[in-house]
């Protein structure tokens, strides 16, 4: 016979159970990440975070999800639409705050990223603010007064390159899939900025290239 385990609020309780993602700070994802689970994905509430996107534009522009989490109830997406770059969290479907680009995104190889900084580490359902970066130019800024606190969703994902359920976003319908070529997403949950992260990323290249 098969152990029982008669626990109840505790099997609910996911610190309780292993976990990879416990403890990290840094991810970094390839193109067609889908489907994870999001507690199996970086827990970006309340803390101060960077999205960033290594990506390839065709002549002509490109739009779709770079990276998302949550759907219609709940969840944030940085996404491209009309040539934008564009970064929302849907408040349970009550408020999307957005932020979106004041120029359009060129054809090209490009880094785009959405830094938020939140008003207090760790405080419940926090507010923020957000700016968006083409590589180290700011070319967006934003504010949200408050955000999801616990689970976006029981059943959505974390997606890379589209959404896959519901959208989390009015402005698209799923799975609004990237039309340009994805070639990473990175999820930091930092106090690093976007900044600090491009001269890690510098020095890093720099260190492959001189053991070659």
Not at 12 to 36: C, E, M, N, Q, W
Not at 41 to 69: D, F, I, R
Not at 161 to 167: H, I, Q, Y
Request: proline share 5%; aromatic share 8%; hydrophobic share 35%.
């Amino acid at each position: 016979m098969l152990p029982l385990d008669d626990r109840f609020a505790q099997r609910a309780d996911p610190t309780l159970r292993p976990s990879h993602v416990r403890g990290k700070t840094h991810f970094v994802y390839s193109p067609g990440t889908i489907r994870v689970g999001e507690r199996s994905s970086p827990n970006t509430k309340n803390v101060h975070h960077t999205l960033a996107a290594e990506v390839e534009v065709p002549e002509g522009g490109a739009e779709g999800v770079l990276v998302c989490c949550g759907g219609l109830s709940g969840g944030f997406s940085l996404f491209m639409k009309s040539g934008k770059l564009h970064w929302e969290h849907n408040y349970y479907n009550e408020v999307h705050y957005r932020v979106s680009s004041t120029e359009a995104i060129p054809p090209g190889r490009h880094v785009l990223s959405a830094e938020v900084n939140v008003d207090k580490q760790g405080e419940f359902g926090t507010g923020g603010n957000v700016t968006l970066r083409l590589g180290k130019k700011k070319i967006g800024e934003g504010r949200f007064e408050k955000q999801v606190a616990g689970f976006f969703t029981a059943n959505e994902s974390f997606d890379v390159g589209c959404d896959t359920c519901s959208p989390v976003s009015e402005l698209y319908e799923s799975p609004f899939v990237f039309t340009g070529t994805i070639l990473r997403v990175v999820v930091d949950i930092t106090e690093a900025t976007f900044k600090d992260l491009a001269a890690q990323h510098e020095a890093h290249a720099r260190l492959a290239m001189a053991t070659q």
